[in-house]
């Protein structure tokens, strides 16, 4: 066991923290006991309205319902862009770092205007208009948040598509929403490679034909093909539009953006995400969690595609007139220094990440990190999946010397922005632990009945009030958010973690406690691997778990059981590989693939995944009760050939 030590506030960071332990507990019991008045004042100081709310939340958690800000108006891109100019103008919104060292851009909040303005007069010209679904399948270049922008700013709804997925994912994604336009780059380029975006449009297109425009961002000039009248280029297109658009009023509850993610069964759902509450959210946790000063340089290194991206480059920065970085690369190209070349070169101040990346430097070992600077680094931050204190203590104490406080944050998708968090002026630290709730969440440990766990404990976690950033709806199906969320444990949001809680009231994610796998960060439903897998002529069942993995946290494996008179071979596996590849993307690919004569059921045909999590996770000494299988004896088969061992 790697002993657990208690980091106390330090006094500098106290002194300048925007809030102290007092501060924190005075504010959190007020933001619990008069909800109404508490959100009233944050939306206030937050964010300018166009028109005020008449009431501050309605919640209903059994049936899912909630609105916050209701009969409010405003606009995000005003909030993120236009309310800055006078004092900010020239301020740098996004420092962009190319793949390439050598690659580098500013871009001003003036900038950042124009190109928003001119992008959104472009889809308006394009028949785009408030509601409508636009999807963005973009490399991590500053047109990423500009589209995502200017979508705000008329009032379409955007839905981006992580460039990592394959084209048969973003057809089903454009096609569940429905989307008419799609924005995307000729190429996207990570570690010296390239990524053929534009053609992958086209592929997922061919099933898709709503879609009526593609605006296309040169990014390396490469060769692509083109539909006439249907494509158009980024570039060609704004050098004629107007420079200004109006910013649509929009409702605080009227939706924007989808994001489509991973759960437990079925295929991905599309998370609804709305205009008020989110903005207010992301723009509070974005200054208390990272303590954000004017001036100080915000680098998320995670991609626009996942909902860190949505939040932590663009919607709370922005709101908050920061400036943040934009990253195109990957930690450890051209080498494992990278991460700190950066901080170095941009004087990065707030630094923010994901374990599994941390784990992958700690690795190569202290040099690649000693022989930067990293002076610059005031606040470091994880998000993700849970750190292990061992990644915890080397982030601490060989990246930030001691001097950083490191904020582990907890929250999901669905939960739009941080929910559990140390605030660095109030809370001393424990690694491994998210710590303590934000304002206004109020989160419960279940057991097995359903009954809430007071006092220390562990159980599932789930949040007992509703929160401004919550998810209103899965897009299209709103009756699937009320199962997925609302209907387990009645009255609360089901997170689908499990969590325990300690004396002191921190909080501790031990992972998922659904079919929901977390691979270096990346959320993904154990259904949809298996629906590849048996899509192949080979297969005639899949059942896939995940297991410990030194550096993704976690790591797929899945049991095949080939038809009838199928030989497997090493042939077969690449071509489920490939399977997998196509049907989902490469980072679904499972690391282990055990060739299963037949598969654990229970007498009704169920498959029995707790026994194949064990064999997975080779704990064979609490693989349980098997007397309920309907032929036991496969079980032994399985343990004789498991992988990992
Ligand atoms: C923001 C994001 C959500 C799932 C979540 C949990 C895991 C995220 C974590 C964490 C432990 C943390 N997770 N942050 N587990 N400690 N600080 O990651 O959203 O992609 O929807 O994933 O990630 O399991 O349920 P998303």
């Known amino acids: 066991m790697f002993e657990i030590t208690t980091h106390p506030v330090p006094e500098a960071v106290r002194q300048r923290a925007y809030l102290k332990d007092e501060d924190y507990q005075r ?16 939306a206030n100081t937050f964010l300018d309205w166009f028109k005020p709310w008449h009431s501050v939340r309605h919640e209903d958690l059994r049936k899912g319902q909630v609105s916050w800000f209701r009969g409010g108006q405003l606009n995000v891109a005003y909030n993120c862009i236009d309310r800055h100019l006078a004092r900010r103008g020239e ?3 996004f420092i962009w770092e190319g793949d390439n060292p050598s690659e580098s851009a500013h871009i001003t909040y003036n900038k950042l205007y124009s190109h928003v303005c001119r992008l959104a007069n472009v889809l308006k010209q394009r028949g785009v208009s408030k509601g409508d679904r636009v999807c963005i399948y973009m490399p991590m270049v500053p047109e990423a948040a500009y589209a995502m922008l200017a979508c705000a700013r008329i009032g379409a709804v955007h839905s981006v598509v992580f460039g990592g997925f394959s084209p048969d994912s973003l057809r089903d994604r454009i096609l569940d929403s429905d989307c008419r336009t799609v924005i995307t780059a000729d190429e996207g380029v990570r570690g010296g490679k390239y990524i053929p975006l534009k053609a992958n449009v086209d592929k997922a297109l061919q099933s898709c034909p709503n879609v009526s425009t593609v605006v296309v961002v040169e990014r390396t000039q490469g060769k692509i093909a083109w539909v ?10 704004l050098s004629t539009a107007d420079n200004d658009c109006p910013p649509e009023p929009m409702d605080a509850e009227d939706p924007l953006f989808i994001l489509y993610t991973s759960g437990s069964t079925g295929k991905p759902k599309g998370v609804l995400h709305t205009t008020g509450g989110y903005l207010l959210q992301v723009a509070m946790t974005h200054k208390y969690v990272f303590d954000y000063h004017d001036g100080d340089i915000f680098w998320c290194t995670a991609d626009v595609g996942w909902v860190t991206g949505h939040s932590y480059i663009v919607y709370g920065p922005l709101a908050n007139g920061a400036t943040s970085l934009i990253f195109e690369g990957v930690p450890n190209y051209p080498d494992a220094s990278r991460f700190w070349q950066v901080v170095d070169k941009h004087q990065v101040n707030i630094f923010y990440t994901a374990p599994t990346a941390l ?17 610059s680094l005031r606040l470091l931050g994880t998000v993700g999946e849970p750190i292990n ?14 001097r950083c406080p490191i904020v582990d944050t907890w929250w999901q998708t669905e939960t739009g922005a941080i929910m559990i968090a140390p605030l660095p002026g109030a809370t001393a630290l424990k690694p491994g632990s998210a710590t303590r709730p934000f304002f206004g969440v109020q989160p419960a440990l279940l057991d097995e009945q359903g009954k809430e766990i007071d006092g220390p404990g562990s159980g599932v976690l789930a949040i007992k009030a509703s929160w401004p950033s919550q998810i209103r709806t899965v897009f299209g199906d709103h009756q699937r958010m009320i199962d997925t969320y609302f209907t387990a444990y009645p ?62 946290g976690q790591g797929i494996y899945a049991f095949v059981t080939p038809m009838k008179g199928i030989e497997p071979d090493e042939a077969l596996k690449q071509e489920l590989l490939a399977m997998v590849t196509q049907e989902i993307g490469s980072f679904a690919k499972p690391e282990l693939i055990q060739w299963a004569p037949a598969l654990p059921k229970t007498r009704s045909g169920k498959i029995m995944r707790r026994i194949l999590r064990k064999i997975a996770c080779n704990e064979l000494d609490t693989l349980g009760d098997t007397s309920t ?4 004896s496969v079980v032994e088969g399985l343990i004789e050939k498991r992988l990992n061992t």
């Open 27 to 42: 504010l959190y019991r007020q933001s619990v006991e008069q909800p109404e008045t508490f959100w009233a004042e944050q």
């Open 91 to 93: 301020q740098v919104a």
């Open 228 to 237: 006439e009248g249907r494509d158009l280029w980024y570039h060609e297109a």
């Open 359 to 375: 784990r992958a430097l700690m690795r190569e070992g202290e040099e690649p990190v000693k022989k930067t600077s990293r002076a």
């Open 389 to 402: 204190p061992e990644a915890w203590e080397w982030y601490y104490h060989v990246v930030g010397e001691m």
């Open 491 to 552: 009255g609360y949001y089901f997170t689908g973690d499990g969590a325990r809680r300690d004396e002191d009231g921190y909080y501790w994610i031990t992972g998922r406690v659904d079919d929901v796998i977390n691979v270096s960060g990346h959320r993904i439903g154990t259904a949809e691997v298996e629906s590849a897998l048996v899509l192949h002529d080979a297969v005639a069942e899949a059942a896939v778990v995940g297991y410990p993995h030194d550096l993704k």
């Open 629 to 632: 299988l309907a032929d036991p």
